[in-house]
């Protein structure tokens, strides 16, 4: 039979103790730390939660501006037109040349809206190309069909894909409309492209 020394117990129970307390900081250590990023996870998911609201509540107010801008748009419009109408009765009158007036466009200046060159993206080359195809002015290419339009886009050459990405047809149906400062409000100042 073995006898085992009594400081055999002792150092067999102090080891005991030892791996309890090693393994109790290990897994407290552990569970400290899972619990710390637990709270990281749900604060970045509170975040999270919070930009989606926040994109949500951005996109209504986009909508709610483009739902204001449009009558705006054709009040300015329809007082544009007003102006021009009563600029061209009054060439008759005298003129303030001290004061700076702003002058409407005369009605034979609508022929000039029909320029393809004013659309955004249209310059000489497109519009001789379009021209070639049987779209000559802002008109014609506002009253396309989808499949005119289609046939001309492909028809287009190295300029193949223009009319849909950059938004032709919709640009000339507001110059056929006269819905100036809504146009200039989406596509920039009205001026013809170089």
């Known amino acids: 039979m073995i006898v085992i020394p009594p400081e055999a117990y002792a150092l067999a129970a102090a080891a005991f103790l030892f791996g309890l307390l090693i393994g109790r900081m ?12 637990a709270a990281e996870l749900a604060a970045e ?7 989606a609201q926040n994109r949500l509540r951005l996109e209504r107010e986009v909508a709610a501006g483009r739902d204001q801008i449009k009558p705006l748009a054709d009040e300015v419009d329809r007082l544009r037109r007003d102006n021009a109408r009563l600029s061209a009765r009054a060439t008759t009158l005298p003129i303030d040349h001290d004061r700076a007036i702003p002058v409407a466009l005369p009605d034979n200046a609508r022929a000039d809206l029909m320029d393809l060159r004013l659309l955004k993206g249209v310059g000489d080359k497109l519009a001789a190309r379009l021209a070639e195809l049987g779209v000559r002015n802002t008109a014609e290419m506002a009253d396309l069909s989808p499949v005119d339009a289609a046939r001309v886009d492909g028809d287009l050459g190295p300029f193949a894909g223009r009319i849909a990405r950059d938004h032709l047809q919709d640009q000339a149906r507001l110059l056929a409309d006269g819905r100036i400062t809504e146009f200039e409000a989406r596509y920039g100042t009205l001026e013809r492209s170089a």
């Open 26 to 37: 290990l897994w407290g250590g552990a569970r400290a730390r899972a619990d710390r990023l």
């Open 45 to 51: 998911r509170a975040t999270v939660a919070d930009a």
